[in-house]
């Protein structure tokens, strides 16, 4: 009798654990940043993956899924959301707009310079499409939107947050 309580007590501890760890899993993921240059300022995420529902300042997860010299196709990102669909995004090397709201963002400078980029190339004014995101970086070393484009919803892993 003694031994069917153990394995009782075994099997409910092991489905205690078992059934909300398989649900953890299934929902959410822990990412390190993918570069040695970071775009971010944290150094651990958790990105919930059924969570889509991206507003402007959300951390976002997405699938890089551009023609680019610098990062390979299929790549993982975590970036912030600059705008959303409808939103007017007006930048320059020096700053960035939307809807005629400064954006609390460095400057690109630095990586218009590393690159060997002309930097009058780098003034533009337009509106996100539908199902598309504008995406920006934090830190001097970002490499985003402003020169690859916006990031289209369907490639949207889900909403992340900075752990630490």
């Given at each position: 009798m003694n031994r069917l309580k153990e394995v009782v007590k075994v099997g409910v501890l092991f489905a205690g654990l078992y059934f909300?760890?398989?649900a953890f899993i299934d929902r959410f993921t822990i990412s390190l940043p993918t570069t040695d240059s970071q775009c971010l300022k944290a150094t651990l995420y958790l990105?919930?993956?059924?969570?889509?529902?991206?507003?402007?300042?959300d951390l976002v997860a997405f699938k890089f899924n551009k023609e680019d010299s610098i990062f390979e196709k299929g790549r993982n990102f975590i970036k912030i959301t600059g705008a959303?669909?409808?939103?007017?995004?007006q930048y320059?090397?020096?700053?960035?707009?939307?809807n005629d709201?400064?954006?609390?963002?460095i400057n690109m400078l630095h990586v218009i310079n590393f690159l060997n980029l002309e930097q009058r190339d780098f003034y533009k004014k337009f509106e996100i499409q539908k199902d598309e995101l504008?995406?920006?970086g934090e830190t001097m070393y970002s490499y985003d939107s402003r020169f690859w484009g916006t990031v289209n919803k369907?490639?949207?892993?889900?909403k992340a947050?900075?752990?630490f």
């Open positions: 909300p760890t398989t990105i919930d993956k059924k969570d889509k529902n991206i507003k402007q300042g959303l669909p409808g939103d007017t995004v320059s090397p020096y700053e960035i707009k939307v709201s400064q954006l609390d963002i504008f995406v920006v369907s490639d949207v892993i889900g947050y900075a752990i």
